[in-house]
């Protein structure tokens, strides 16, 4: 079965840097969307970034500019490279995965997506 498993989160000051990775397996379908998705608590769960197979990229305007998604495909590795952390980007962070179909397009909307992981914190402090 589909497994993604998330790792990379820690406790950080305001300004500093993580890099997220999101290990996947047991999926079967060449093309593919991926996301990050982060939620505080009280609050919603929210896309952050996604990118589909063909390597286009989408991003929250939140983080535009500060946040890099990426893939390594020799692995099946989903990455998130944070910059400029805040403290409003306290969340748990979750990767998902969904297949991609034909003339859609891959943005991190959460209802999309069907495989989730379990989850890595991110804490930033002022």
């Known amino acids: 079965q589909v497994q993604l498993v998330e790792s990379g989160g820690g406790s950080v000051q305001a300004g500093g840097s993580l890099r997220l990775s999101c290990a996947a397996s047991?999926?079967?379908?060449?093309?593919?969307?991926m996301g990050w998705f982060r939620q505080a608590p009280g609050k919603e769960r929210e896309g952050v970034a996604s990118?589909?197979?063909?390597?286009?990229?989408y991003y929250t305007d939140s983080v535009k500019g500060r946040f890099t998604i990426s893939t390594d495909t020799a692995t099946n590795t989903l990455y998130l490279l944070m910059n400029s952390l805040k403290p409003e980007d306290t969340a748990m962070y979750y990767c998902?995965?969904?297949?991609?179909?034909?003339?859609?397009?891959?943005?991190?909307?959460?209802?999309?997506?069907?495989?989730w992981g379990q989850g890595t914190q991110v804490t930033v402090s002022s």
């Open positions: 047991g999926y079967n379908f060449r093309r593919y969307c």
């Open positions: 990118l589909n197979s063909d390597g286009t990229t």
């Open positions: 998902a995965l969904r297949r991609w179909d034909y003339g859609g397009l891959c943005t991190p909307n959460k209802d999309a997506y069907g495989f």
